[in-house]
């Protein structure tokens, strides 16, 4: 008899591990990207970032406490009131930074082999960026508050590009260059 109270008491500490962690990655996903929303103070558009594990595990007792981990006008306006939080229930799916990065390399061609973005992978063979300086960046390199001074300076690279120009910038002894058969001209 204790054999089986084992077992059943071992099923159901399990389910309830299984929905636990499940509604608890789900709750993370929703609040981990960053958005961008109007400011309330100003009325002009900034990016911010929700502390998506404190939202996380608030949401297992109830509603979830949903406080800015980040945004554009930190440190100086820290001590804000945060009103800007009831736009992020409410605000569409393109208001995910992934969003606007979809939206501008929208109908963009790659600054080396001038292929047109048609698809962007934000997941793998994520695009990159050349900076004004011809510094080869990739996305994970650009902090938040850098987001609009980035994307009205410098310049879409494929992925492919990417990865062809960064080997040849680290290891530039194993690269026999030939630009009469890929059409790619060679990084400065």
Same mark, same amino acid.
């Given at each position: 008899?204790?054999?089986?109270?084992?077992?059943?008491?071992?099923?159901?500490?399990?389910?309830?591990?299984?929905?636990?962690?499940?509604?608890?990655?789900?709750?993370?996903?929703?609040?981990?990207?960053?958005?961008?929303?109007?400011?309330?103070?100003?009325? @002009?558009?900034?990016?911010?970032?929700?502390?998506?594990?404190?939202?996380?595990?608030?949401?297992?007792?109830? @509603?979830?406490?949903?406080?800015?981990?980040?945004?554009?006008?930190?440190?100086?306006?820290?001590?804000?009131? @945060?009103?800007?939080?009831?736009?992020?229930?409410?605000?569409?799916?393109?208001?995910?930074?992934?969003?606007?990065?979809?939206?501008?390399?929208?109908?963009?061609?790659?600054?080396?082999?001038?292929?047109?973005?048609?698809?962007? @992978?934000?997941?793998?063979?994520?695009?990159?960026?050349?900076?004004?300086?011809?510094?080869?960046?990739?996305?994970?390199?650009?902090?938040?508050?850098?987001?609009?001074?980035?994307?009205?300076?410098?310049?879409?690279?494929?992925?492919?590009?990417?990865?062809?120009?960064?080997?040849?910038?680290?290891?530039?002894?194993?690269?026999?260059?030939?630009?009469?058969?890929?059409?790619?001209?060679?990084?400065?």
């Amino acid at each position: 008899m204790t054999l089986v109270m084992y077992v059943v008491v071992t099923a159901l500490v399990a389910t309830g591990l299984f929905f636990g962690i499940r509604y608890f990655v789900r709750a993370y996903i929703r609040y981990r990207d960053s958005r961008m929303i109007i400011c309330p103070d100003n009325r @002009q558009a900034v990016i911010v970032e929700v502390d998506a594990m404190h939202a996380a595990l608030t949401s297992a007792f109830g @509603q979830p406490d949903i406080r800015l981990q980040n945004c554009w006008r930190w440190p100086i306006h820290e001590a804000c009131g @945060q009103e800007c939080l009831i736009q992020l229930d409410v605000g569409p799916a393109e208001c995910l930074v992934r969003g606007v990065l979809m939206r501008w390399y929208q109908f963009k061609s790659c600054h080396y082999c001038g292929k047109t973005f048609e698809q962007i @992978q934000l997941l793998d063979h994520k695009p990159a960026l050349q900076s004004p300086e011809g510094k080869l960046v990739d996305w994970k390199e650009v902090a938040i508050n850098e987001l609009q001074i980035v994307l009205k300076n410098y310049k879409p690279v494929c992925w492919d590009c990417y990865i062809v120009q960064s080997f040849m910038r680290d290891h530039p002894e194993s690269v026999v260059y030939r630009p009469w058969q890929t059409g790619i001209h060679r990084a400065p």
